[in-house]
């Protein structure tokens, strides 16, 4: 199993930025995912969540209406577009697969929010 997040980076404030998820080794299209970010010196946090099929999203309070999660089930391949970026969404994120036995999580992306 292998899930490799890209699309990290440094952005001002405001700014958007496109993270993917490639994955392989196991039924993609059977699984929800979810994007999970760790601060600083914070323990990890729930972004936003996707059904298998895509079709029921949910999101954080601190990130709805700016970010937007979807899923390419062909590509086995898992996005989160954020939109309107603030210094507190400066963290790793990472791409994990839920209701498996185990889970598994990506290495993560760095995403930076600075002037």
């Known amino acids: 199993v292998q899930l490799v997040e890209s699309g990290g980076g440094l952005v001002q404030p405001g700014g958007s930025l496109r993270l993917s998820c490639v994955t392989s080794g196991f039924g993609f299209s059977r699984i929800a995912m979810e994007w999970v970010r760790q601060a600083p010196g914070k323990g990890p946090e729930w972004v936003s969540r996707i059904s298998n099929g895509g079709g029921s999203t949910r999101y954080a309070d601190s990130v709805r209406g700016r970010f937007t999660i979807s899923r390419d089930n062909a590509m086995n391949t898992l996005y989160l577009q954020m939109e309107s970026l603030k210094p507190d969404d400066t963290a790793v994120y990472y791409c994990?697969?839920?209701?498996?036995?185990?889970?598994?999580r990506g290495q993560g992306t760095q995403v930076t929010v600075s002037s």
């Open positions: 994990a697969t839920q209701n498996m036995s185990p889970n598994y």
